[in-house]
């Protein structure tokens, strides 16, 4: 089993609506955990960063954690044809330097107009 | 992304030759990371860099790959005798200021033929 599950999607959505982009994980140590947005032939860049449980709002955005299920969801709303490109989640067990942050596969997510 | 820059961004190279991959992180950043990015595979660790020294290499799939870095700034990334899984998208990314995430970079697009 990976550390990191997550469904590589393809996810294709009507503009305007709702998305819901999930992973799961198996290590209860992770504390950290992350969502970077990566368009084609760029670099992954961070979205939304959360620690511990609880969620975490930023315009159309927002991120859940439930360590409980080892659950982490990002919804979009409203989504935008802008927001096609790939999700992935990460996470880390350590808030120190050197801890290597564990990704997703990711979810390649289209949003038509 | 800003902060790091890659090259060369499209590498093409035929089965068994040596390649190298830069990395040049804005100055200030004592640690670095490398990262591989398979089609399907999602974002894999190679290693990181505190200052010169790389204290986890564990990523490093095989012998063929050696990282190194100089001056605590720019980090090369050699695969000799390349193969053709060797082929991927490797990102470079250094720690952000304001979170535990990371600034990438754009990517070396490598292709073995």
């Known amino acids: 089993q990976k550390e990191v599950e997550q469904d590589p999607g393809p996810l294709s959505v009507p503009e305007g609506a709702i998305v819901s982009l999930n992973c799961t994980y198996s290590?209860?140590?992770?504390?950290?955990f992350m969502w970077y947005r990566q368009y084609s032939r760029k670099g992954p860049e961070l979205l939304m960063y959360t620690y511990s449980s609880g969620n975490k709002e930023d315009g159309r955005f927002t991120a859940q954690v439930d360590k409980s299920s080892k659950y982490i969801s990002l919804f979009i709303r409203d989504s935008q044809p802008s927001d096609s490109a790939t999700y992935l989640c990460?996470?880390?067990?350590?808030?120190?330097?050197?801890?290597?942050?564990?990704f997703g596969k990711g979810t390649t997510l289209s949003v038509s107009s | 992304g800003a902060g790091v820059s890659q090259s060369p961004s499209n590498k093409v190279t035929e089965k068994g030759k040596d390649v190298e991959l830069r990395c040049d992180p804005i100055?200030?950043?004592?640690?670095l990371y490398w990262y591989r990015q398979s089609l399907g595979q999602g974002l894999e660790f190679l290693i990181y860099f505190q200052g010169n020294s790389a204290p986890d290499k564990s990523g490093l799939p095989s012998d063929r790959f050696s990282a190194e870095r100089t001056g605590g700034s720019v980090s090369t990334l050699t695969i000799q005798r390349t193969q053709q899984e060797d082929s991927a998208v490797y990102l470079c990314?250094?720690?952000?200021?304001?979170?535990?995430?990371?600034?990438f970079g754009s990517g070396t697009r490598l292709t073995v033929v």
């Open positions: 100055s200030g950043h004592t640690a």
């Open positions: 990460a996470m880390s067990d350590l808030n120190q330097a050197g801890t290597a942050l564990i």
């Open positions: 990314a250094i720690p952000m200021d304001t979170n535990y995430g990371y600034t």
């Open positions: 290590n209860s140590a992770f504390q950290y």
